[in-house]
């Protein structure tokens, strides 16, 4: 099992910046892959990006350019660099941990982003 501890959420005006943290309870390199996904109000829940434990990455079309997710291994930490952010970004941000069959996310961070 892994916990998973984000933060970074906070309101932003559209073109903003901020960045996400999420940390983990144990090396990442034993999580096959971990990322983002994010939720709206009314909406599906939608992955944002993930990044597997040899490094590589994976990016919604809709964030390509604008969002970029990195790893800091020694602090079992995962980011989220958010540029360029518009309102229809605005969503509850969850770290996700892949197992394959098995899921663990964590609560979620709230970012709102105001036009």
């Known amino acids: 099992q892994v916990q998973l501890a984000e933060s970074g959420g906070g309101l932003v005006q559209a073109g903003g910046s901020l960045r996400l943290s999420c940390a983990a309870s144990?090396?990442?390199?034993?999580?096959?892959?971990i990322g983002w996904y994010r939720q709206a109000p009314g909406k599906q829940r939608e992955l944002v990006a993930t990044?597997?434990?040899?490094?590589?990455?994976n990016v919604a079309d809709s964030v390509k350019g604008r969002f970029t997710i990195t790893r800091d291994n020694a602090q079992n930490t995962v980011y989220l660099q958010m540029n360029s952010l518009k309102p229809e970004d605005t969503a509850v941000y969850y770290c996700?941990?892949?197992?394959?069959?098995?899921?663990?996310r964590g609560q979620g961070t709230l970012v709102t982003v105001s036009s």
């Open positions: 990044i597997s434990s040899g490094g590589i990455t």
């Open positions: 144990r090396s990442l390199f034993s999580i096959p892959s």
């Open positions: 996700n941990a892949d197992f394959g069959p098995k899921q663990v």
